[in-house]
């Protein structure tokens, strides 16, 4: 009887290829969305000043930033809209989070200039209230 052996066939290997390729892909994913993220709060605004309040904990929510800029130009991300397209943008963001089931809570940061006047920023809170979003913070520097 002849027993078959396996000394002149090569070593069994793993292909490691595709493992490689999703790594890379992930490492390129979060890179993008990392920059994207800082571009939101990086618009120059000259933040209003305040003696009071509390640094936030940075917890696990979605946040949408809002940024009014000195001229009363309203900017999500890096694309100026009107009110009425903020209103249906926040709408679509809540009704997304309430959708989705286990889903991180929805925040609005307004970052908003120090001489606008509030009449340019009251709009924006009654965006979010007919939203449904009730978790909105205004961004200031520490005096």
Same mark, same amino acid.
């Given at each position: 009887?002849?027993?078959?052996?396996?000394?002149?066939?090569?070593?069994?290997?793993?292909?490691?290829?595709?493992?490689?390729?999703?790594?890379?892909?992930?490492?390129?994913?979060?890179l993008?969305?990392?920059?994207?993220?800082q571009?939101?709060?990086?618009?120059?605004?000259?933040?209003?000043?305040?003696s %009071?309040?509390?640094?936030?904990?940075?917890? /696990?929510? +979605?946040?949408?930033? !809002?940024?009014?800029?000195? @001229? &009363?130009?309203?900017?999500?991300?890096?694309?100026?809209?009107?009110?009425?397209?903020?209103?249906?943008?926040?709408?679509?963001? %809540?009704?997304?989070?309430?959708?989705?089931? /286990?889903? +991180?809570?929805?925040? !609005?940061?307004?970052?908003? @200039? &120090?001489?606008?006047?509030?009449?340019?920023?009251?709009?924006?809170?009654?965006?979010?209230?007919?939203?449904?979003?009730?978790?909105?913070?205004?961004?200031?520097?520490?005096?």
């Amino acid at each position: 009887m002849r027993i078959t052996s396996n000394l002149g066939r090569g070593t069994i290997g793993f292909n490691m290829t595709p493992m490689i390729d999703i790594v890379f892909q992930l490492i390129i994913f979060f890179l993008v969305s990392n920059h994207l993220a800082q571009r939101e709060v990086q618009v120059e605004v000259n933040l209003p000043d305040a003696s %009071s309040g509390e640094r936030p904990a940075e917890e /696990n929510v +979605r946040r949408v930033v !809002v940024n009014v800029l000195a @001229d &009363r130009q309203i900017v999500v991300g890096t694309e100026a809209i009107d009110q009425a397209r903020l209103e249906s943008l926040l709408r679509y963001e %809540s009704e997304k989070t309430q959708r989705t089931a /286990n889903s +991180r809570p929805l925040e !609005v940061l307004i970052r908003t @200039d &120090r001489l606008v006047p509030y009449q340019n920023v009251e709009p924006i809170l009654l965006s979010c209230a007919r939203g449904g979003i009730w978790n909105v913070k205004f961004a200031v520097t520490e005096k």
